[in-house]
C-alpha cells in the first residue's frame, strides 16, 4: 500500500509558466510535508516544507499548499525556469517521531522548455 | 552543500560476494539513513541510525545490515548480493529528533550493480 503518491510521473510547461506538482497520501497520521529536487547523477535537495498546522507555505517562487481534508499537497514554481528541469519528490512524515523517517513519492520529472 | 561523502561512487559485483557501501559526514547530525532509489519506486528507506551503535530497521531492509561505530561513518553491508540489489544508494543525515522536524541531506548516491 503506497502511503504518498505522485500520480504524474513527468509534466512540461513552457518557461514562464507556473508549475503545479501534485501528491496525494493515505496516512491521516503525517503531519509534516516535504518536497525534494534532484538533478541526475545527485542527490536530492531539500526544497520546501510544510506541517499541518498550515495550509500555504512560500519562498520565493517555490509554495507548497496542504489541503488536509483532501490529504493532498502541491508544489508550484512561478515562474518556471529551465534551470527546475528536474525530478520532484513529495515526502511526508511524523512530527512526534524522527522526521527522517520520510515516506517518499515516485518522483515527478518536469521538464521546462526555453 | 552537507558536507556527505559516499564511497564508492559506482561498484559492479558480482551475486553472492559481499558489498559494504560507506557514508561519512562531517555535520555531527546525530541521524543517518539509507535509501535505495529504484525506478517506480522513488526513495525507499533501509535502515537508519539515531545514534552511535544505535540502528533501527526501515521498510525494506532483507538482505542489508548496518554498523555506525562513530557519529560520522554510517556502514550499510549487503551480505551477499543479489540482482535485486541493483540500485542506487542515498545516505542521508538530518538534525532532527523526536518532536522536531528538520529535512534530509542527502549525498550523491552509489549506483551498485550486482549481476
Known amino acids: 500500500d503506497q502511503q504518498v503518491k505522485q500520480n504524474s510521473p513527468s509534466l512540461s510547461v513552457q518557461e514562464g509558466r507556473i508549475s503545479i506538482l501534485n501528491c496525494d497520501y493515505t496516512?491521516?497520521?503525517?503531519?509534516?510535508f516535504l518536497w525534494y529536487k534532484k538533478y541526475p547523477a545527485e542527490g536530492p535537495t531539500f526544497l520546501i516544507s510544510?506541517?499541518?498546522?498550515?495550509d500555504k507555505n512560500e519562498d520565493g517562487r517555490f509554495t507548497v499548499f496542504l489541503n488536509k481534508s483532501a490529504k493532498h499537497l502541491s508544489l508550484h514554481i512561478v515562474p518556471s525556469q529551465p534551470g527546475d528541469s528536474a525530478v520532484y519528490f513529495c515526502?511526508?512524515?511524523?512530527?512526534?517521531?524522527?522526521?527522517?523517517?520520510?515516506?517518499f513519492g515516485d518522483g515527478t520529472t518536469l521538464t521546462v522548455k526555453p | 552543500d552537507a558536507g556527505i561523502t559516499q564511497s564508492p561512487r559506482h561498484k559492479v559485483t558480482e551475486t553472492g560476494t559481499p558489498v559494504t557501501l560507506r557514508c561519512h559526514q562531517t555535520?555531527?547530525?546525530?541521524?543517518m539513513y539509507w535509501y535505495r532509489q529504484d525506478p517506480g519506486h522513488g526513495l525507499r528507506l533501509i535502515h537508519y541510525?539515531?545514534?552511535?551503535?544505535?540502528?533501527d530497521k526501515g521498510e525494506v531492509s532483507d538482505g542489508y545490515s548496518v554498523s555506525r561505530s562513530k557519529t560520522e561513518d554510517f556502514l550499510l553491508t549487503l551480505e551477499s548480493a543479489t540482482s535485486s540489489q541493483t540500485s542506487v544508494y542515498f545516505c542521508?543525515?538530518?538534525?532532527?529528533?523526536?518532536?522536531?522536524?528538520?529535512?534530509?541531506?542527502f549525498g550523491n548516491g552509489t549506483r551498485l550493480t550486482v549481476t
Open positions: 515526502a511526508a512524515s511524523r512530527l512526534n517521531t524522527n522526521a527522517g523517517k520520510s515516506t
Open positions: 541510525s539515531y545514534g552511535v551503535k544505535d540502528t
Open positions: 496516512n491521516s497520521m503525517f503531519d509534516y
Open positions: 555535520e555531527n547530525h546525530r541521524y
Open positions: 510544510i506541517s499541518s498546522i498550515k
Open positions: 542521508a543525515i538530518s538534525e532532527s529528533g523526536q518532536g522536531k522536524s528538520s529535512p534530509l541531506h
